[in-house]
């Protein structure tokens, strides 16, 4: 027996309600479950119950065994005292609260259905993909979406609560807080890390006062991420270091480490070193680009933001200091373009509008979202296999949410699709 799962059972209720007693075989009338509390506290809030003759308000609290009270603590936290049914699988303990009081126990085991213990139990045991796999295709669509738009609201939400800690970190600099969040989406997953690091380690104040030489961009930039620091292979890493020399001794830098940065796996248009070219040329071209990214009405004003950006000839036929390649394309691909509406804007604008509590750029976000294509990756290809549609990128958003917060952890009583299974007839 799980903790989530008797939880669920009693929020909605899917026990047998008649004949209710306590554990002194006092009789029990639910009139209210109450609220789901997720902070400190009694896991449920204005509950309201009869119990004998006496109509009871307050709070109450869900263990799978009584001693669990004791364990966690509440025989001595006021916070508990006004506990006025403690819900219990099984009765190990007679417990007090810290008022030295007995809370009236409901022993809710007897009372739960055998095929709700039943399906959860099928739903935690097995060893497929998800745990709901099987059943998700005989599931409603409408409860799918609806799911899926609890994910995508939850995923900004958790997103938006990194950058506004990351805006405190700037002292409520947005342009700052929107470079750093640009230039760790220009590492992808494998080298966001690293860029973040690297953003961190140059303060967008540095970029501002060259941001019109495009050479001495690269040479900060090339110089902080530690790729300037073996012998120079040409003339030109040659020239960058010298300049870097220069700048660095000028703002007191100090680099990273070259060795944080990755090139397993990775297509050679996507080396770090030909992501900081691009990121060199975006950062030479663009001007006020956070203000703009908010005055930007739609997704193609948006894409033009970051569209047609070109690096240095010198990267054109180099994918790392000193090493040739053959010609590359010199603009950021359609692809990129989209990531960083995704993984930067789409979050900047939700946090903005949480940060200003303004709905509007909550609801560009979403629209965002919902405007461009959706993104091709395996978690999304699997749930395609299983029968999810995924039409635009805020339902792939909401399927990474839903992985990886729910399936993965097997948090079924806490998905509405979970939820649907566990409770179907």
């Not at 400190?40 to 308000?57: L, M, Q, Y």
């Not at 993984?343 to 949480?354: D, M």
């Given at each position: 027996?799980n903790?989530?799962?008797?939880?669920?059972?009693?929020?909605?209720?899917?026990?047998?309600?008649?004949a209710?007693?306590?554990?002194?075989?006092?009789?029990?009338?639910?009139?209210?479950?109450?609220?789901?509390?997720?902070?400190?506290?009694?896991?449920?809030?204005?509950?309201?119950?009869?119990?004998?003759?006496?109509?009871?308000?307050g709070?109450?609290?869900?263990?799978?065994?009584?001693?669990?009270?004791?364990?966690h603590?509440?025989?001595?936290?006021?916070?508990?005292?006004?506990?006025?049914?403690?819900?219990?699988?099984e009765?190990?303990?007679r417990?007090?609260?810290?008022?030295?009081?007995?809370?009236?126990m409901?022993?809710?085991?007897?009372?739960?259905?055998?095929?709700?213990?039943?399906?959860?139990?099928?739903?935690?045991?097995?060893?497929?993909?998800?745990?709901?796999?099987?059943?998700?295709p005989?599931?409603?669509?409408?409860?799918?979406?609806?799911?899926?738009?609890?994910?995508?609201?939850?995923?900004?939400?958790?997103?938006?609560?990194?950058?506004?800690?990351?805006?405190?970190?700037?002292?409520?600099?947005?342009?700052?807080?929107?470079?750093?969040?640009?230039?760790?989406?220009?590492?992808?997953?494998?080298?966001?890390?690293?860029?973040e690091?690297?953003?961190?380690?140059?303060?967008?104040?540095?970029?501002?006062?060259?941001?019109?030489?495009?050479?001495?961009?690269?040479?900060?930039?090339?110089?902080?991420?530690?790729f300037l620091?073996?012998?120079?292979?040409?003339?030109?890493?040659?020239?960058?270091?010298?300049?870097?020399?220069?700048?660095?001794h000028?703002?007191?830098?100090?680099?990273?480490?070259?060795?944080?940065?990755?090139?397993?796996?990775?297509?050679?248009?996507?080396?770090?070193?030909?992501?900081?070219?691009?990121?060199?040329?975006?950062?030479?071209?663009?001007?006020?680009?956070?203000?703009?990214?908010?005055?930007?009405g739609?997704?193609?004003?948006?894409?033009?933001?970051?569209?047609?950006?070109?690096?240095?000839?010198?990267?054109e036929?180099?994918?790392?200091?000193?090493r040739?390649?053959?010609?590359?394309?010199?603009?950021?691909?359609?692809?990129?373009?989209?990531?960083?509406?995704?993984?930067?804007?789409?979050?900047?604008?939700?946090?903005?509008?949480?940060?200003?509590?303004?709905?509007?750029?909550?609801?560009?976000?979403?629209?965002?979202?919902?405007?461009?294509?959706?993104?091709?990756?395996?978690?999304?290809?699997?749930?395609?296999?299983?029968?999810?549609?995924?039409?635009?990128?805020?339902?792939?958003?909401?399927?990474?949410?839903?992985?990886?917060?729910?399936?993965?952890?097997?948090?079924c009583?806490?998905?509405?699709?979970?939820?649907?299974?566990?409770?179907?007839?």
């Amino acid at each position: 027996m799980n903790e989530d799962l008797i939880n669920f059972i009693w929020r909605f209720r899917l026990f047998n309600q008649k004949a209710l007693v306590t554990s002194r075989n006092e009789p029990v009338e639910i009139i209210s479950p109450g609220f789901y509390n997720s902070h400190a506290g009694p896991d449920f809030a204005d509950v309201k119950v009869r119990i004998g003759s006496t109509t009871w308000a307050g709070s109450a609290e869900i263990h799978i065994r009584a001693s669990d009270w004791e364990r966690h603590g509440h025989s001595t936290d006021k916070a508990y005292n006004n506990v006025i049914l403690h819900v219990v699988y099984e009765n190990d303990l007679r417990v007090l609260r810290a008022d030295g009081t007995e809370p009236s126990m409901l022993i809710i085991k007897p009372y739960i259905p055998e095929n709700i213990k039943e399906r959860y139990r099928q739903l935690i045991e097995n060893m497929n993909w998800i745990p709901c796999e099987k059943q998700l295709p005989h599931v409603d669509s409408i409860h799918i979406q609806n799911c899926l738009d609890r994910m995508l609201v939850e995923r900004l939400e958790e997103k938006s609560a990194q950058v506004l800690e990351l805006l405190k970190h700037n002292q409520g600099d947005w342009s700052e807080t929107f470079y750093i969040l640009l230039c760790r989406t220009f590492g992808f997953k494998l080298n966001a890390l690293p860029f973040e690091l690297l953003a961190r380690s140059l303060p967008m104040r540095i970029l501002d006062k060259h941001r019109d030489s495009l050479f001495q961009l690269e040479a900060l930039l090339f110089g902080q991420a530690g790729f300037l620091e073996e012998a120079a292979a040409d003339g030109y890493i040659q020239s960058l270091q010298e300049e870097y020399r220069y700048l660095r001794h000028k703002y007191a830098l100090k680099s990273i480490e070259q060795y944080l940065w990755k090139h397993l796996r990775l297509r050679p248009q996507n080396f770090p070193a030909v992501r900081l070219a691009q990121f060199a040329s975006l950062v030479h071209r663009s001007v006020h680009l956070f203000s703009k990214t908010l005055e930007a009405g739609n997704a193609a004003e948006l894409s033009k933001l970051f569209e047609g950006i070109s690096m240095s000839s010198y990267w054109e036929t180099h994918n790392k200091p000193g090493r040739e390649c053959a010609r590359m394309a010199a603009q950021l691909g359609k692809d990129s373009v989209n990531n960083i509406l995704i993984n930067t804007v789409s979050v900047a604008l939700y946090s903005y509008g949480r940060y200003t509590d303004n709905s509007q750029f909550i609801s560009r976000s979403i629209s965002l979202l919902e405007s461009l294509p959706v993104e091709i990756n395996r978690i999304v290809l699997r749930y395609r296999e299983i029968g999810v549609k995924s039409g635009s990128a805020d339902r792939s958003q909401a399927l990474l949410q839903l992985k990886k917060k729910y399936c993965d952890q097997k948090k079924c009583v806490n998905c509405a699709v979970g939820a649907r299974i566990i409770n179907s007839a």
